[in-house]
């Protein structure tokens, strides 16, 4: 039977494991692993990388530019505002008038919210502040609200005068279609005899057009020509129309001469 462990050496005996390890990695020959692909990849990568670099540059630099933009926008918002608050302040001095407080800026803020949300029953205030001089004495009525009642009225006198002339040019137009159309003081042909008589002014047209460009020489043979086929035509129905008399007479004849010579 083997003799039980002691405590040390329990508790010592990985110990031996762990410097067997690290003598076994001290006598290990340094190696060298080539990977052919990444190698590859990093002699051929350089013009990818640069390219890769310089947008990456154009990047950052138009998005800085954009956030600058973003910046003096807001910046010139501020400023028109500010200015726009000093004009205010200034037209009310010069009417002499009191100058607006914040609160009674963002209340003035809201009512304009409210009127372009939807206009409702209107309250003219009227400020009158009397000027003299010496020689004058002049009085200003400032007017606050005003009452949108009338431009509506306004609006709806324009519409109806509009219809009025719309219902007029429409009657206008009625007549014109009613009254009755001119009858033409040429008598219109039939379309057969229209198209005939377009076509035989068509040919002449054409014939004239020939005859001009035609040399006497080619007149002269097309005349002769044209009598050729007359007379073609004309012996042609001679011979259908008088065919069967000629046969007859021929037959007749020749009886005739063999009756004198019995």
């Known amino acids: 039977m083997s003799k039980p462990k002691s405590n040390v050496a329990l508790l010592t005996e990985g110990a031996s494991y762990i410097q067997r390890a690290k003598k076994a990695r001290r006598e290990q020959v340094e ?7 990444a190698r590859r990849e990093w002699l051929t990568g350089f013009s990818k990388r640069k390219k890769a670099k310089a947008d990456e540059k154009k990047a950052r630099a138009k998005e800085r530019d954009h956030l600058a933009h973003l ?25 002499g008038l009191e100058d607006l407080s914040d609160d009674d800026d963002e209340d003035e803020d809201e009512d304009d919210e409210d009127d372009v ?10 400020a009158e ?30 519409d109806s005068d509009e219809d009025e002339e719309g219902e007029d040019g429409e009657r206008s137009s009625r007549q014109k279609e009613e009254q009755p159309k001119p009858k033409p003081k040429v008598k219109m042909l039939p379309p057969s005899s229209a198209k005939l008589q377009k076509l035989r002014e068509k040919k002449k047209a054409e014939k004239k057009k020939s005859t001009s460009m035609e040399t006497a020489s080619e007149r002269r043979k097309g005349r002769e020509m044209e009598a ?25 004849g020749k009886r005739g001469r063999g009756k004198g010579r019995r």
Request: hydrophobic fraction near 25%; aromatic fraction near 4%; glycine fraction near 10%.
């Open 228 to 252: 050729r086929r007359r007379t073609k035509k004309a012996a042609l129905a001679r011979e259908r129309d008088g065919g069967g008399g000629s046969r007859g007479g021929t037959r007749g």
């Open 129 to 158: 502040e009397e000027y003299s001089d010496e020689d004058q004495l002049a009085t200003v009525t400032i007017t606050e609200d005003f009452d949108p009642s009338s431009i509506q009225d306004d609006f709806n006198m324009n």
């Open 117 to 126: 949300a939807g206009p409702g029953p209107s309250s003219s205030k009227n």
């Open 71 to 95: 910046k003096e926008r807001r910046e010139a918002r501020a400023d028109l505002r500010k200015k726009a608050a000093e004009n205010v302040k200034s037209v009310r001095r010069a009417m």
């Open 31 to 37: 190696e060298i692993k080539f990977d052919d692909e």
